[in-house]
C-alpha cells in the first residue's frame, strides 16, 4: 500500500484548559533549517508546504539551561530517528533487491 505524503494539524479546545495544536508531518518535502537571528537568538524550523513550526529559546529571550536540556532532546531525538531510517530504508533496499 502507498500513502500519499500530507500534514496533519489539529486543535484541541477544552474549557479551563490551554489550547493544544498538534502538527505531524507525513511528507517527504518536509524541510528543517536552524539559523541565529541578528538579535542573537538560535531558532529552528520545520516545515512542508502545508504548516511549518518554528522551535526558539523560552519567551524568545536569551537562551536559558532549560532551553539548552530541550535542545539536546531535540538532537537526540533527531539522531535516533535518522538512525533508525537509516537501517529500515537499508532493510527495505534489501528486500527489495533480493525479490528482484
Given at each position: 500500500?502507498?500513502h500519499g505524503?500530507?500534514?496533519?494539524?489539529s486543535?484541541s479546545?477544552?474549557?479551563g484548559?490551554?489550547p493544544?495544536i498538534?502538527?505531524s508531518?507525513?511528507?517527504?518535502?518536509?524541510?528543517?533549517?536552524a539559523r541565529?537571528?541578528?538579535?542573537?537568538?538560535p531558532?529552528?524550523?520545520l516545515?512542508?508546504?502545508?504548516?511549518d513550526?518554528?522551535?526558539?529559546?523560552?519567551g524568545?529571550?536569551?537562551?536559558t539551561?532549560d532551553?539548552l536540556?530541550?535542545?539536546?532532546e531535540?538532537f537526540?531525538a533527531?539522531?535516533?530517528y535518522?538512525?533508525d531510517?537509516e537501517?529500515?530504508?537499508?532493510?527495505h533496499?534489501?528486500a527489495?533487491?533480493?525479490?528482484?
Open positions: 500500500m502507498t505524503p500530507y500534514t496533519h494539524v486543535m479546545i477544552d474549557p484548559q490551554r493544544r498538534g502538527i508531518f507525513y511528507t517527504s518535502i518536509t524541510r528543517a533549517r541565529v537571528l541578528e538579535s542573537g537568538r531558532y529552528l524550523v516545515e512542508s508546504d502545508e504548516a513550526v518554528t522551535v526558539s529559546t523560552t524568545a529571550g536569551t537562551v539551561a532551553d536540556d530541550i535542545a539536546r531535540i537526540n533527531a539522531a535516533r535518522l538512525a531510517c537501517r529500515l530504508h537499508a532493510e533496499t534489501l527489495t533487491d533480493t525479490a528482484a
